[in-house]
């Protein structure tokens, strides 16, 4: 029975990347996401829209230019982006998520 590896793939613009990068992390912060909780709720966008997160300048506080760079970036470090950025959301604790719920609503 063979089991599943995710690939491994290379960073092209590795300055680029792991600025946006560290951003996503400090927004994530504990003592940041509750803000960043706030700002998406404020703006009514769904944590899950990466692109309307990005659109609506939810991590202006940390990275006010998030969103050009992460359009220079090529879209295979476009899509390691988004998905650590997907995996960070689902880290924030369950009574944030709980207290942002409709955040996290698929609908």
């Known amino acids: 029975m063979a089991s599943f590896e995710q690939a491994v793939l290379r960073v092209e613009k590795e300055r680029e990347f792991e600025e946006l990068k560290n951003a996503i992390g400090r927004a994530f ?20 829209n990466w692109d309307s997160v990005l659109a609506k300048g939810a991590f202006d506080p940390v990275k006010p230019d998030a969103k050009s760079v992460y359009e220079s970036l090529p879209v ?9 950025y997907l995996f960070r959301l689902e880290e924030v604790s369950p009574k944030l998520r709980e207290r942002f719920h409709r955040l996290y609503q698929y609908y």
């Open 76 to 84: 295979s470090d476009q899509a390691q982006i988004r998905e650590f």
């Open 29 to 48: 912060a504990s003592d940041q996401v509750e803000g960043l909780l706030k700002r998406l709720a404020r703006r009514k966008v769904r944590i899950r």
